[in-house]
């Protein structure tokens, strides 16, 4: 519990009062939490609750990691809040995170020669976001999976409230193709059939998922984490998923198709 109390009320019955204003404040977080707010009114003729779900996120304060990391010109405002990434086009090692909007040449390249590369995948015309909430006759399941990349963002295996700024109009990429072995970090089925058809087609859908590519480490996203810079859920899931990606745990166990790759090549 982080606050509690409880106070006497007088309200007429059958109309709306204002009875109370309630400020939340907690301690310091060392790590995001999920909080419930929980109000319950004890009457002579019953006992009545209700309650409301919150996330409260600390303000992110990523490292410099072991590793090197650049951000080319599509992501460059990931230089802003994070200092220590350098601007793209100069020598990084192997090693190094290369993080990017598009697999470009560059990105190839690097991926190619056992580096890593973070793809942040934006929706377009060709690949069109889909809201939080689908439309009646829609069915969009989502499921999270217990993995070091979301250390920082606490869930119950899907995609509760909490990443609704991060999902509502993100485009889920099919992984039909992919090998059967792989599991998205963020992902889930969603139909693809018209409102009125009567056969409901289902496809695998990910948000954030990993694989080897070309000799290197390929992470893919296609959350909306630079977009949203004023909401705190998306600050702590971009630094989770970059102390993620530049970090040693990072080492994916499925092989991404290159036929899968085409689609996101640029020239």
Known sequence: SVAGGSSKIDAE?????????????????SAAKKLQLVLRLETPSGTFENRWDFWAFPEPATP??????????????????????SAAGGSLPPDGLLITD?????????????GRVW??????????????????????GTLVRDHPALSG???????????YNLINGAYPLPIDGWPKETEPMIGGIRTTSEFLSKMKNLSRIAFAVEGNAGGGKLLITTLRLTDKPEHPEARAMLDSLLRYAAGGAFNPRVDIPESALTQFETD
């Not at 976001?129 to 069915?139: E, L, S, T, W, Y």
């Not at 963002?153 to 990443?163: E, G, I, R």
């Open 102 to 114: 598009s697999l470009s040449a560059d990105a190839r390249a690097h991926v190619r020669a056992g």
């Open 119 to 140: 793809l942040m995948l934006r929706a377009t015309e060709q690949r069109r976001g889909v809201p939080f909430f689908p439309a009646d006759g829609g069915a969009f």
């Open 64 to 85: 410099r990691p072991a590793v090197p990391v650049a951000a080319a010109a599509g992501v460059a405002q990931l230089r802003e809040s994070h200092p220590w990434i």
């Open 153 to 163: 963002m606490p869930h119950a295996d899907y995609c509760d409230l909490q990443f």
């Open 13 to 29: 019955l059958g109309t709306v009062s204002k009875i109370a204003e309630l400020s939340l404040r907690t301690a310091p977080l």
